[in-house]
């Protein structure tokens, strides 16, 4: 498999310049993406603050930006990032599509709105989790509840229901699946909370209790401690230090996911930091093999 | 070298010292991410603890016994009583720091 010198997440203006930056060091890049850049910068109406484009229009700075990283010879490969492993030397990026390999990796997501149900974060590993097909062997003879965010969520179901008992399954997507035999699908059901009680999770959904012996939530977006395992946050945002680099050696960050203000030209300041940073790791990495 | 190994061969082994268990499955993404990583950390830690691999759909009662109930799972024993656990994917240094604390 080829290992890129960078592997940058996100294609809004942080990601575009972390991937422009990499290109300008000479370095190998993927950019993993949306090819329309960010929505947030598309859609704005005009923006007044962002150096040598005065009073543009967010659409004409989405395209300005994606022609830009064209003309460096720069491609989006549009595909979904499941996770990304720190594997000590090397990161591995598990896509929808299939996987890739980074020295160095840059995360330039975005923000997400996503917020974890009270009880979530305290059970996770605990009887709540983000993966039904990884437990699958633990639920022989028990009970799962799933909370599914797309109709891509039905085959891990029924996975998980070849094992288990019965299977709970509470879609938060317009279902039109015909799951059944030991899978109860309950429909308009919005989940609430989670607890877990003498070894039995409860979730309270819609004043409606489902009890059993996992939860399993199949959400469609990824907080980035989830995304990237190990990963040290700072409530809703990756802690970054000036350099845009985590806790994790040869991971950075920019953009809106490292935190306020949330403005164009610091996520592109970011970016820029971020690759320049990402490319003196790599150097030290070369100088240590 | 972590060390794959049954339910009888866990049961029959000598458990003095520490020792770390990988509790497993082979569809299990993060697993599968989790199992080089942490046969890096067996040959560099080869004098502290042992390692083994324990793939829990083959052996299901000793995943129950060690209430297993998400994976990837390391687990920690010191003369054969758990001390610790471990769940999900961790980083090269987390999983070695992890191992350290409890020697």
């Known amino acids: 498999m080829e290992r890129f010198d960078v592997v940058v997440i996100g294609t809004g203006p942080?990601?575009?310049?972390?991937?422009?930056?990499a290109k300008v060091r000479n370095k190998t890049v993927l950019l993993l993406g949306g090819k329309g850049s960010s929505d947030k910068v598309s859609k704005a109406h005009t923006i007044q603050n962002y150096l040598g484009l005065p009073d543009v229009a967010g659409d004409d700075m989405?395209?300005?930006?994606?022609?830009?990283?064209?003309?460096?010879?720069?491609?989006?490969?549009?595909?979904?990032?499941?996770?990304?492993?720190?594997?000590?030397?090397y990161f591995?990026?598990?896509?929808h599509n299939g996987d890739y390999e980074g020295s160095s990796v840059i995360i330039a997501a975005g923000m997400t709105a996503m917020k974890?149900?009270?009880?979530?974060?305290?059970?996770?590993?605990?009887?709540?989790?983000?993966c039904a097909t990884c437990d699958a062997a633990l639920y022989k003879g028990k009970t799962a509840i799933i909370v599914a965010y797309s109709k891509e969520d039905e085959p891990e179901a029924e996975f998980l229901a070849e094992r288990a008992e019965k299977v709970y399954y509470l879609p938060q997507y317009d279902y039109s699946g015909s799951l059944g035999g030991n899978i109860e699908v309950t429909l308009d059901?919005?989940?609430?909370?989670?607890?877990?009680?003498?070894?039995?999770?409860?979730?309270n959904a819609s004043g409606k209790t489902f009890t059993a012996n996992g939860?399993?939530?199949l959400r469609e977006q990824i907080v980035p401690s989830q995304l990237v395992p190990g990963l040290e946050m700072d409530g809703n945002h990756i802690k970054v230090d000036r350099s845009m680099a985590t806790n994790i050696k040869g991971l950075f960050a920019a953009g809106d996911i490292?935190?306020?203000?949330?403005?164009?030209?610091?996520a592109a300041g970011e970016g820029n930091v971020a690759a320049l940073s990402a490319v003196s790791y790599l150097n030290e990495l070369k100088k240590n093999q | 070298m972590v060390k794959k190994i049954t339910t009888d061969e866990f049961n029959a082994m000598d458990k003095s010292g520490i020792s770390v268990l990988d509790f497993n499955a082979v569809w299990c993404g993060p697993c599968k991410m989790l199992g080089p990583v942490l046969e890096e950390v067996s040959e560099e830690m080869a004098d502290d603890a042992k390692f083994y691999s324990i793939d829990t759909d083959d052996n299901p009662d000793l995943a129950r016994e060690y209430g297993i109930?998400?994976?990837p799972a390391i687990v920690v024993l010191k003369d054969g009583e758990k001390v610790d656990m471990n769940v999900g994917f961790v980083p090269k240094d987390t999983l070695k720091d992890f191992i350290s604390k409890n020697l």
């Open chain 1, 215 to 217: 939860i399993f939530i």
């Open chain 1, 14 to 21: 942080a990601g575009l310049e972390a991937a422009i930056t």
């Open chain 1, 258 to 266: 490292t935190g306020a203000p949330y403005q164009y030209i610091k």
């Open chain 2, 69 to 71: 109930m998400n994976i």
């Open chain 1, 116 to 130: 974890p149900f009270p009880g979530e974060m305290e059970n996770l590993g605990r009887g709540v989790s983000y």
């Open chain 1, 189 to 203: 059901v919005k989940p609430e909370s989670i607890e877990m009680k003498d070894g039995q999770a409860i979730l």
């Open chain 1, 92 to 95: 591995a990026i598990q896509c």
């Open chain 1, 62 to 89: 989405a395209k300005a930006f994606l022609d830009h990283a064209t003309k460096m010879g720069i491609e989006i490969t549009e595909d979904k990032v499941n996770a990304v492993y720190s594997m000590g030397q």
